[in-house]
């Protein structure tokens, strides 16, 4: 099962637009991730936040997590071509088993 | 580029058939974790391996089993492959069991027929 769950499923937009992505889950947790993958390869570390940690920025990324609402945003400003990608957020469920649950993911499509 | 790398890239088996995925961590990780995406959707969890011993199991059956080496390398087993387990297995490496930054192999593509 997956605690995550991204919205929207799929996005399109044009070059130099912002793209946001949201994400809720389930249970408490430790911390929050986001990672990208490309053409159905494997994943890259984005950012991670942490439960006590409201927002955080990297480069042209932008995180928030609201934990009262189990929810998470992405933000890429000014997007780019090479933007285009699955976005999936991954939550650690404060569980012992040391695994990420991941959501269905976001695919994002940017437009040159 | 990650530094974890995964062999083979792309395999093709029979249902019934048995496989054996490989997985090489990156420099200085002691920790595996073993995903499985299917297509269209977000990894899942199958378990985890820290200093050769299993670490945490998901919700997957007997079948898929797991070693890790003293070099910390990885191998995934899958026996009685069924139709389903079709998907992208994907490999991580971290440098402690925890759930903080993971660090994902390329995959290895398995479909069963």
Known sequence: ?112 | ETGVTQSPTHLIKTRGQQVTLRCSSQSGHNTVSWYQQALGQGPQFIFQYYREEENGRGNFPPRFSGLQFPNYSSELNVNALELDDSALYLCASSSAPSTDTQYFGPGTRLTVL
């Not at chain 1, 042209?60 to 957020?89: E, G, P």
């Not at chain 1, 088993?97 to 991941?102: D, I, K, R």
């Open chain 1, 1 to 112: 099962s997956q605690q995550g769950e991204e919205d929207p499923q799929a996005l399109s937009i044009q070059e130099g637009e912002n793209a946001t992505m949201n994400c809720s889950y389930k249970t408490s947790i430790n911390n929050l991730q986001w990672y990208r993958q490309n053409s159905g390869r494997g994943l890259v570390h984005l950012i991670l936040i942490r439960s006590n940690e409201r927002e955080k920025h990297s480069g042209r990324l932008r995180v928030t997590l609201d934990t009262s609402k189990k929810s998470s945003s992405l933000l890429i400003t000014a997007s780019r071509a090479a933007d285009t990608a699955s976005y999936f957020c991954a939550t650690d469920g404060n569980n012992a088993g040391n695994m990420l649950t991941f959501g269905g993911g976001t695919r994002l499509m940017v437009k040159p």
